[in-house]
């Protein structure tokens, strides 16, 4: 399954928590698209999801400025 969580102006932590919280809702195995602000919301989630176990497997910038963050449920 893939799905998607538009993040956008949401600022860090809750960025990530909210992200988490996504994650603890899907099936192992499973991917979502989190759409997120550039510079420390995408370091900072990027990074906490991987520290929890999962996966990024790409982080895509959108001419839009915003950036999405595909990540696998791991665990």
């Known amino acids: 399954m893939n799905c998607k969580l538009d993040l956008?102006?949401?600022?860090?932590?809750?960025?990530?928590?909210?992200?988490?919280l996504f994650l603890d809702k899907m099936a192992v195995g499973d991917t979502v698209e989190v759409l997120l602000d550039g510079g420390e919301p995408v370091e900072s989630v990027s990074s906490s999801v991987q520290q929890e176990g999962h996966a990024v497997l790409a982080t895509t910038p959108e001419a839009e400025g915003y950036f999405v963050v595909t990540i696998r449920k791991d665990l």
């Open 8 to 20: 956008r102006g949401v600022t860090c932590p809750m960025n990530f928590v909210k992200t988490r």
